[in-house]
C-alpha cells in the first residue's frame, strides 16, 4: 500500500480534496457498512428456500443465480457470456417478504463477485423528490451513491408516477435514475416495487424505465396455511407452543381476515402471533402459581378479534 508522499512521488502533486468532495467521501463510506465474510450463494440461497412459501420467487432468483454464476465460469473459459440484466421489478402485495428478498439477492450477487459489497439501501418517493427545482436530481444521485457497490431498493416506486402528475417533481426522479442506471450499470443493482397494476402504469412512464429491468417478479400473497407456519415459526423462536385446537383456529382466524389493502401477509402473521402472547400474557398473570405449558401454551382464546 502506497503512502501519500509515495503517491505524490509517482503521480506528481495531489490536489487538496474540496470541503464539499471531502465530505461526499465521507457520506458514502459511512452508507456502507463493514464488509463481513461473504457467504458462498448457496448459502443464501438455503436462507431464502427456507422462507415460507415464495416457491416462483425462489425459482427466478435461482435461475439468475445460475445465469450469473455460468456466465462467470463461461468467461474463466474464455467464451462469451449471455447479457444478465441484474435490475428487476417486485410486484405484489406489502408483506410478503420483497424487501427480504432483495437483502438476500443482494448478498447472492457480492458472493458471486457482481456487486463489491451487496449492501441493501431502501429509500421510497419521500427519500427522492424534493421539494423545489433541482433538489431531487440531488437527492436521487445521494441515495444511489449510499447503495454503491449493493442494491438500491425502491419501495412503492409507483409514487414517483403519480396518475395526476401535474408539476410533481417524481418524473425528475425517474429521469434521474435512468440516466445513472446507464452511466454505472455495474456499480449498483436497483429493484423497484410496489403493487401490481400501480407498477405496470410507473413501467411506461418513461420509455427507458422498462428497458433497464431484466424482469417483473411476483410475490403472491400468502395462502393461510402458509401465515400458520410463520406463526408456528415465530412461536418456535419465542419458545412458545401452540395448544390443541389453536392451528386449526388460526386457518380460520386467516381465511376469515379481509384480504383487502390493508391486509399485511407475513406482517399481519406476526402481528397476529404478537397479539396472541400479549392476551397470553393477561391470561396467565392472573394465576396464582404457573407450570411450564402455563407459560408456553397459546390457545384459540388468546387469537384477537377478527376487524
Known amino acids: 500500500?502506497?503512502?501519500?508522499?509515495?503517491?505524490?512521488?509517482?503521480?506528481?502533486?495531489?490536489?487538496?480534496?474540496?470541503?464539499?468532495?471531502?465530505?461526499?467521501a465521507t457520506a458514502r463510506d459511512a452508507a456502507v457498512p463493514a464488509t463481513a465474510p461473504a457467504r458462498s450463494s448457496e448459502e443464501v440461497l438455503g436462507e431464502l428456500d427456507a422462507l415460507v412459501g415464495l416457491d416462483s420467487v425462489k425459482r427466478e432468483v435461482r435461475a439468475l443465480t445460475d445465469m450469473i454464476e455460468v456466465g462467470r465460469r463461461r468467461k474463466e473459459a474464455g467464451l462469451k457470456a449471455a447479457s444478465v440484466r441484474r435490475h428487476l421489478v417486485f410486484t405484489g402485495s406489502p408483506g410478503t417478504g420483497k424487501t427480504t428478498v432483495a437483502r438476500l439477492y443482494g448478498e447472492i450477487l457480492h458472493s458471486l463477485g457482481v456487486l463489491e459489497h451487496g449492501h441493501l439501501v431502501e429509500v421510497s418517493r419521500v427519500d427522492l423528490v424534493g421539494?423545489?427545482?433541482?433538489?431531487?436530481?440531488?437527492?436521487?444521485?445521494?441515495a444511489f451513491d449510499r447503495a454503491r457497490g449493493g442494491v438500491l431498493f425502491i419501495d412503492e416506486a409507483y409514487?414517483?408516477?403519480?396518475?395526476?402528475?401535474?408539476?410533481?417533481?417524481?418524473?425528475?426522479?425517474?429521469?434521474?435514475?435512468?440516466?445513472?442506471?446507464?452511466?454505472?450499470?455495474?456499480?449498483?443493482?436497483?429493484?423497484?416495487?410496489?403493487?401490481?397494476?400501480?407498477?405496470?402504469?410507473f413501467l411506461t412512464v418513461n420509455p427507458g424505465v422498462a428497458?433497464?429491468?431484466?424482469?417483473t417478479i411476483t410475490f403472491s400473497d400468502y395462502e393461510p396455511d402458509e401465515l400458520l407456519r410463520?406463526?408456528?415459526?415465530?412461536?418456535?423462536?419465542?419458545?412458545?407452543?401452540?395448544?390443541?385446537?389453536?392451528?386449526?383456529?388460526?386457518?380460520?382466524?386467516?381465511?376469515?381476515?379481509?384480504?383487502?389493502?390493508?391486509?399485511?401477509?407475513?406482517?399481519?402473521?406476526?402481528?397476529?402471533?404478537?397479539?396472541?402472547?400479549?392476551?397470553?400474557?393477561g391470561r396467565v398473570a392472573q394465576l396464582p402459581e404457573t407450570s411450564t405449558d402455563d407459560l408456553t401454551l397459546l390457545y384459540a382464546d388468546d387469537l384477537p378479534e377478527l376487524p
Open 1 to 24: 500500500i502506497l503512502t501519500a508522499t509515495q503517491t505524490t512521488g509517482l503521480l506528481g502533486a495531489v490536489p487538496p480534496k474540496t470541503a464539499a468532495s471531502s465530505a461526499t
Open 131 to 142: 421539494e423545489h427545482i433541482g433538489s431531487t436530481a440531488i437527492r436521487t444521485q445521494e
Open 159 to 201: 409514487a414517483l408516477s403519480p396518475e395526476d402528475s401535474g408539476r410533481d417533481f417524481g418524473k425528475e426522479a425517474i429521469d434521474t435514475l435512468v440516466k445513472l442506471m446507464e452511466d454505472h450499470r455495474d456499480a449498483v443493482v436497483v429493484i423497484v416495487a410496489g403493487y401490481t397494476a400501480e407498477m405496470e402504469r
Open 211 to 215: 428497458s433497464r429491468f431484466s424482469r
Open 230 to 281: 410463520i406463526v408456528r415459526q415465530q412461536s418456535e423462536e419465542q419458545e412458545y407452543r401452540l395448544g390443541e385446537g389453536t392451528a386449526e383456529a388460526l386457518v380460520k382466524y386467516f381465511t376469515a381476515l379481509p384480504k383487502g389493502p390493508a391486509f399485511g401477509n407475513g406482517r399481519t402473521a406476526r402481528q397476529t402471533f404478537e397479539s396472541m402472547v400479549e392476551r397470553h400474557a
